[in-house]
């Protein structure tokens, strides 16, 4: 058993319960970009034994961790891989994309070419933080800077930002239809006691400024 680093970010190493609702339960291959230590992907297979993962992650790490847990583990960056040619000829029923494009340079080109690797009636399945979230408002008005964080909204690690209205662009020019688009509300950006109340506050337009993540089901249009 390949043992668990405690210098990971505690958000990779626990399966994400968020996106395992939204896998449909007759998948039978998916890819998992981002997988990080497998939990998630672990998870589905628990769920659906016949289920076939194929990992992909950038840690080598944590990669390691992911192996014992996937059928295949791809180690790089996933335009990388895509180049060269590990998963050409190869579909998925599923592709789970879980808070990977805002990490990625040019997002709108990577989802067009993992279209190409959807089976028919296939989806793809992708969280992906709300930059409209009050808090970058408050902290760019009041405190004249951009908030990066270790994690999260602000992540210094990413390199693309989204709000609502990015996303039917994001997915419709890699020619995806959302079918299911869930929001996570947050009032303070971290786990804390007071994100159980963010309910109070989903309703228009205050749940667009305590969204934390859109969390989308999409669909190849036509198919």
């Known amino acids: 058993m390949t043992t668990v680093s405690p210098s990971f970010n505690p958000s990779y190493v626990r399966a994400r ?19 990080a230590t497998g939990a998630t992907s672990a998870r589905l297979k628990e769920l659906n034994p016949e289920l076939k993962v194929v ?32 998963i050409t000829g ?27 690797h959807l089976e028919p009636g296939g989806t793809i399945i992708t969280s992906i933080p709300n ?3 009050f808090t ?18 602000h992540d ?5 930002f989204f709000a609502q209205r990015n996303l039917k662009d994001l997915f419709g020019g890699a020619g995806l239809t959302m079918k299911v688009a869930k929001r996570t509300l947050r009032i303070i950006e971290a786990p804390h006691r007071l994100n159980r109340f963010s309910w109070i506050f989903g309703f228009p337009p205050l749940r667009d400024l305590i969204t934390f993540q859109y969390l989308i089901v999409a669909k190849v249009e036509g198919r």
């Open 17 to 35: 319960s968020s996106i395992v609702k939204l896998v449909p339960g007759d998948c039978r291959r998916i890819l998992d970009v981002g997988c």
């Open 55 to 86: 990992g992909v992650e950038l840690d080598p790490e944590m990669a390691e961790v992911a192996r014992g847990v996937l059928d295949e583990v791809l180690v790089g960056d996933i335009s990388e891989i895509l180049e060269g040619g590990d």
């Open 90 to 116: 190869r579909c998925f029923d599923s592709i789970i994309l879980a808070d990977v494009l805002e990490h990625v340079a040019e997002p709108w080109e990577l989802l067009r070419r993992l279209v190409k």
């Open 131 to 133: 930059v409209r979230h």
């Open 136 to 153: 970058t408002i408050l902290t760019l008005l009041f405190a004249k800077r951009w908030p990066y964080r270790d994690r999260g909204i």
């Open 156 to 160: 210094r690690t990413h390199l693309r």
